[in-house]
Nanobody, 116 residues
Framework: QVQLVESGGGLVQAGGSLRLSCAAS????????MGWYRQAPGKQRELVAT???????NYADSVKGRFTISRDRTKNTVYLQMNALKPEDTAVYYC??????????WGQGTQVTVSS
């Protein structure tokens, strides 16, 4: 089992920044992918960013150039630095962990609210 604990969400004004953290614990394998999804009320959950064990990253077009995903392998922790936040970024953000294609885990989610 893998447990994911997220932190860093909150309320921020448009144009501001937040940094989300997600710490993974349990049976962690070397080759795993982690990432962030988000879901706003009434909308589908969407991919925000992913990062592989080797550091390769992918971003949604809506956050490209503003958000940066990174990870600290020694701490099994993934981060999402969010800059130039917009009201449309308001959502619950979920951390994810995947390994062996069929082993997937989700965090509890952390609320990010961006005011105009």
């Amino acid at each position: 089992q893998v447990q994911l604990v997220e932190s860093g969400g909150g309320l921020v004004q448009a144009g501001g920044s937040l940094r989300l953290s997600c710490a993974a614990s349990g049976i962690i394998v070397r080759f795993n992918n982690m990432g962030w999804y988000r879901q706003a009320p009434g909308k589908q959950r969407e991919l925000v960013a992913t990062i592989t064990s080797g550091g390769s990253t992918n971003y949604a077009d809506s956050v490209k150039g503003r958000f940066t995903i990174s990870r600290d392998r020694t701490k099994n922790t993934v981060y999402l630095q969010m800059n130039a936040l917009k009201p449309e970024d308001t959502a619950v953000y979920y951390c994810t962990y995947s390994a062996y294609a069929v082993e997937n885990y989700w965090g509890q989610g952390t609320q990010v609210t961006v005011s105009s």
